[in-house]
């Protein structure tokens, strides 16, 4: 069945003349208003400093787009913004010390490695020229009571830095065999995190329903 609507228009008047334009409306005309919800402890950032953060990056959006998006207001229905704590924040902090106390570590015993490595080369240079004098003397059948006493002592001194550069390199081993155990667990806490980054890479999630963001781990102030 074909229904025919005819619609008689008289032209004397046009009908578009009375029109002055087209009106439109956009979602973007009226800000988002939205509020700050829970702000995990764990994350050590007050709300003011995430209240910030949130300004900075609808900034980011108004000022390319050129019109207020979104305002900050404390309504009951406004759009909630949380930060939620979770096992891949757990994780990125962990990386974040146990990188720091690496480096701390290296700090300390970098040094402590290059007084040992030139005390070891002194030492080897003393020991050679000792062996050498004692060999002359040796040679000549024996050395001068004098020379005897004063080889004597160096002999010992050798021997006692000798003792005191045993400690320091089992002390250094000990140091750096923690340091390539905590580099072990850091390889393993970063293997870890992956995993969870690949299970969950979102680090955040818009929730329609709840008309809330839910914010699960910050790496970084720009991230």
């Not at 005819?6 to 002055?20: G, H, M, N, Q």
């Not at 009226?30 to 829970?38: D, L, M, S």
């Not at 490695?113 to 062996?131: G, K």
């Amino acid at each position: 069945i074909v229904i025919l609507i005819v619609l008689i228009v008289s032209f004397k008047t046009p009908v578009f003349s009375r029109v002055a334009g087209f009106i439109y409306s956009s979602p973007c005309d009226t800000p988002i208003a939205y509020k700050i919800g829970f702000v995990d402890p764990q994350f050590h950032m007050s709300e003011k400093q995430f209240l910030a953060a949130i300004q900075k990056a609808e900034g980011i959006w108004e000022k390319e787009i050129g019109k207020d998006l979104f305002a900050h207001e404390e309504k009951a229905d406004a759009l909630s913004i949380h930060l939620v704590f979770d096992e891949r924040q757990a994780l990125n902090n962990e990386i974040s010390d146990l990188e720091n106390t690496l480096k701390q570590e290296r700090h300390e015993i970098d040094p402590q490695i290059a007084t040992y490595d030139q005390r070891a080369a002194r030492f080897r240079r003393e020991v050679s020229s000792l062996n050498a004098e004692i060999a002359h003397w040796n040679n000549q059948g024996g050395a001068p009571p004098d020379d005897y006493n004063r080889l004597k002592k160096e002999q010992e001194r050798l021997e006692q830095e000798a003792s005191t550069l045993n400690s320091l390199a089992k002390s250094l081993n000990l140091s750096k065999d923690n340091y390539n155990a905590q580099v072990g667990q850091l390889n393993n806490t970063v293997d870890t995190y992956n995993a969870a980054l690949g299970e969950r890479p979102e680090e955040g999630l818009y929730d329609p329903k709840n008309n809330r963001i839910l914010i699960y781990f910050n790496i970084s102030h720009d991230e």
